[in-house]
């Protein structure tokens, strides 16, 4: 049996994404930047996708732009958000995902930025107190703080953290990759300046994303070149790949409900299976369901003789997941969010992501394998 449960790294395509690209592939190679017909047919299906995403996020088409990658998305809102409206301070979490904290410490480094780290606690959450103090003591600082950590799952309060950020005058910019087609974002209520997507962690293709910038906020390009994106991003759009997402969106916003009910039933019985069958297996992050991004379940496991295999012996079993240990050393390559909320060093420790294709019978498998590979007497 091979067992798929690393979907907060990518998701698998859904058979009607791939029939939408399928078409776009065939019937539409036109340049969207071309004025003939065959150009026009294709800027027509970038558009009716730009104004599908707008619809189910309740903005303006203006406000959205296609990008490569979240990670383009991250870089984008963070450099010019930064770079364009002077900003000479910036606050984030220590467990932000690397597009966020490499694209920060390098602008500290460089000399743009101080850089200020929000405290979070051993669950990573946020400690909205001391993001009110580090706001207060700086003046006009930009915010990027995550909706949903990527290894652990837990849930940032975006209200929240947009109501503090218009108090004192802050830009904010919230990672949304893992979330963006998992849960209901309404951008006409939310005060975040930036949002952004990566369309194939939801079920859409590699290669494409989205950048929101709120009408509010005005940056100048990250990418020079022709006038794609409205003069925002030069280079030949992908077609293929910005209408797969919105086919993928607009599947995910569709089925919702019942993906999130499904999802969540599966994370909650991987749970309670692990509780009862590994003694001294633990839970990293929040796993209160409102607190706890529901695809996303980071396990401690015993401390076991070769605890550094356990990943590589569940791929011979056929299971894919990812993981890591929190870091002992400074010159250890581990977790730096296992690290940063103070998780064992000696513990082994797996993220377990789950998609609405898993099933219950994949969780069964997978405890029957880890059960086999934990110390019995832990």
């Known amino acids: 049996m091979r067992v798929y449960f690393d979907n907060a790294a990518t998701t698998p395509l859904d058979p009607e994404v791939l029939k939408e690209m399928y078409k776009v592939m065939e019937n539409h190679y036109g340049n969207p930047?071309?004025?003939?017909?065959?150009?026009?047919?294709?800027?027509?299906?970038?558009?009716?996708?730009?104004?599908?995403i707008a619809g189910l996020l309740h903005t303006s088409p203006a406000e959205i732009f296609f990008t490569s990658s979240g990670t383009e998305a991250d870089n984008t809102a963070i450099r010019c958000g930064i770079v364009d409206h002077n900003i000479t301070h910036a606050i984030t979490s220590p467990i932000e995902h690397h597009a966020v904290l490499h694209t920060l410490e390098a602008m500290e480094k460089s000399g743009v930025i101080?850089?200020?780290?929000?405290?979070v606690d051993s669950k990573g959450n946020v400690d909205y107190d001391h993001l009110e103090t580090l706001l207060k003591?700086?003046?006009?600082?930009?915010?990027?703080?995550?909706?949903?950590?990527?290894?652990?799952?837990?849930l940032s309060d975006m209200i929240r953290i947009g109501d503090l950020c218009e108090a004192y005058n802050a830009i904010y910019h919230c990672d949304t990759v893992q979330t963006m087609g998992h849960y209901q974002h309404d951008l006409s209520k939310l005060k975040a300046h930036f949002l952004v997507c990566a369309g194939h962690k939801l079920h859409g293709p590699k290669g494409v994303g989205f950048l929101h910038v709120n009408h509010r906020i005005k940056i100048k390009p990250f990418i020079y070149g022709g006038a794609q994106e409205r003069n925002m991003r030069g280079g030949t759009e992908n077609i293929y790949g910005i209408v797969g997402m919105a086919k993928a969106l607009e599947l995910a916003y569709a089925e919702m409900e019942q993906?999130?009910?499904h999802i969540q039933d599966l994370k909650t019985y991987m749970m309670g299976k692990l509780t009862d069958q590994i003694p001294g297996v633990s839970f990293n992050g929040e796993t209160d369901p409102e607190k706890s991004l529901y695809t996303v379940l980071n396990v401690a496991f015993p401390e076991m003789e070769m605890g550094d295999m356990l990943l590589f012996n569940l791929d011979i079993a056929g299971i894919s997941a990812s993981g890591g240990s929190a870091c002992s050393s400074g010159t250890d390559i581990g977790s730096h969010v296992l690290t940063a909320i103070g998780a064992s060093s000696s513990k082994p420790s797996v993220r377990f992501s789950f998609s609405k294709?898993?099933?219950?019978?994949?969780?069964?498998y997978v405890v029957a394998k880890v059960r086999e590979l934990c110390p019995v007497n832990a």
Do not use: P, Q, W
């Not at 047919?41 to 970038?46: D, M, N, P, S, V």
């Not at 294709?357 to 069964?364: G, L, M």
């Open 33 to 52: 930047s071309s004025i003939h017909a065959h150009g026009r047919e294709a800027r027509t299906l970038i558009e009716r996708a730009r104004k599908t």
């Open 114 to 119: 101080k850089l200020s780290f929000v405290n």
């Open 137 to 154: 003591n700086n003046e006009r600082s930009f915010v990027s703080i995550m909706h949903a950590n990527n290894e652990i799952g837990t």
């Open 259 to 261: 993906h999130r009910k």
């Open 357 to 364: 294709y898993s099933t219950k019978e994949e969780v069964d």
